[in-house]
Every structure is written in C-alpha cells, then in structure tokens.
C-alpha cells in the first residue's frame, strides 16, 4: 500500500473542507481551492482529516492514491500558509521591478520584458533589483509562473548569467582554450 496515501491529511483549525464524491473544495484564511480527482479513489473526512482509499492494487490505482494524498496536501497547505519561490537575477545589468502589479525584467534584452501576473499569483521584488518572490496558494501555478520568467533568460554555464532559482547549481564550463606557441 501507498505510504504517502496512507497518511491521513491533518486539517487545521480555521480550514473548511467540502467533499462531494471526488470534487474536493477547500477554503482558509488565503483563499479557497477546489479540484476534481478521479472517481476510482474514495475521499472521506473523519477524525479531523481527509482519508484517501483506493478499490484495488492495480498499478494506476496505486500511482493515483499517493498522487490524489499529495494534491489535497498541498492544496490544505496552500490555503493555509501559501508557497514561494525565490528567483535570482544574475548578471550585469539585470534587474527587475515592479509596474502596478506587473514585473519588469531588464535582462539583455533591446527591450524590457513585462510579465503579467495570472489570477491568484503576485510578485515582489527583492533588495537591489536581484530577486523576484513569487507567491500564491495554488503550488503548481506558483511552480509554473516560475519556470516561465526562468526561460525568459535561462542561467548560461559560462558566465553564468541568466536567472535562476535560489539554491540552483549552474554547472560551469570552461571556455575556449587559448592558444599554445
């Protein structure tokens, strides 16, 4: 048996938890979420939390009981403390800043680059221009926001210019070799 869908998933006080068969909606202090999983896993509330079950062993069935734990986790976590991620502007000249609720990269470019923010994500931008943190509640849409303004100017491993997440490693490499008499 899955050893993450085994765990019930603990709600906090001050978190409404809706469950119609496999429409889950959960609403907090930030927000609300809801999300519709697969009518093959049983989801119930009882004892102060949400239990996850599966009909068989079969490996689908398997697969999507951890999966179904881990979502409704996350989404409890999110409408509770939200999630961030913290991305880095490296190189000379990079910056960004903030327009009203849209971010500005200057990253290289002949022209600044303007991200609008999708519903339910803000961004704030850190000491000195260098750091964008991005919030919201829903993870998977923080998680992809960020990828986005990743791939705008992607870390390069020569210099190592780009933008970056905060703890990411760039692998280095050494550039052309000079010439030997």
Same mark, same amino acid.
């Not at 709600?11 to 119609?20: C, H, R, T, Y």
């Not at 496999?22 to 202090?29: A, D, E, H």
């Not at 999630?83 to 000379?92: H, N, P």
């Not at 509640?137 to 998680?143: E, H, L, M, R, T």
């Given at each position: 048996?899955?050893?993450? #869908?085994?765990?019930?998933?603990?709600?906090?006080?001050?978190?409404?938890?809706?469950?119609?068969?496999?429409?889950?909606?959960?609403?907090?202090?930030?927000?609300?979420?809801?999300?519709?999983?697969?009518?093959?896993?049983?989801?119930?509330?009882?004892?102060?939390?949400?239990?996850?079950?599966?009909?068989?062993?079969?490996?689908?069935?398997?697969?999507?009981?951890?999966t179904? /734990?881990?979502?409704?986790?996350?989404?409890?976590?999110?409408?509770?403390?939200?999630?961030?991620?913290?991305?880095?502007?490296?190189?000379?000249?990079?910056?960004?800043?903030?327009?009203?609720?849209?971010?500005?990269?200057?990253? #290289?470019?002949?022209h600044?680059?303007?991200?609008?923010p999708?519903a339910?994500?803000?961004?704030?931008?850190?000491?000195?221009?260098?750091?964008?943190f991005?919030?919201?509640?829903?993870?998977?849409?923080? #998680?992809?926001?960020?990828?986005?303004?990743?791939k705008?100017?992607?870390?390069?491993?020569?210099?190592?210019? #780009?933008? /970056?997440?905060?703890?990411?490693?760039?692998?280095?490499?050494?550039?052309?070799?000079?010439?030997?008499?």
């Open positions: 048996m899955s050893r993450v #869908g085994r765990m019930p998933v603990e709600i906090p006080s001050g978190v409404d938890v809706k469950i119609d068969g496999s429409y889950v909606k959960i609403k907090g202090p930030k927000g609300e979420l809801e999300f519709t999983f697969s009518p093959d896993i049983e989801i119930s509330s009882q004892d102060g939390g949400i239990n996850v079950k599966r009909p068989s062993d079969a490996r689908d069935m398997r697969s999507l009981h951890g179904t /734990r881990a979502l409704i986790q996350n989404m409890v976590t999110g409408v509770t403390d939200g999630f961030q991620k913290e991305l880095q502007l490296v190189g000379v000249g990079y910056r960004a800043n903030m327009e009203g609720k849209n971010l500005v990269l200057n990253v #290289g470019f002949s600044p680059v303007e991200i609008v999708p339910g994500i803000s961004f704030e931008v850190g000491d000195r221009a260098q750091q964008v991005i919030t919201g509640i829903d993870k998977q849409a923080v #998680g992809q926001i960020a990828a986005d303004i990743r705008v100017r992607p870390p390069e491993p020569y210099k190592g210019k #780009g933008i /970056r997440y905060k703890d990411e490693y760039i692998r280095r490499k050494a550039g052309k070799a000079g010439k030997v008499a």
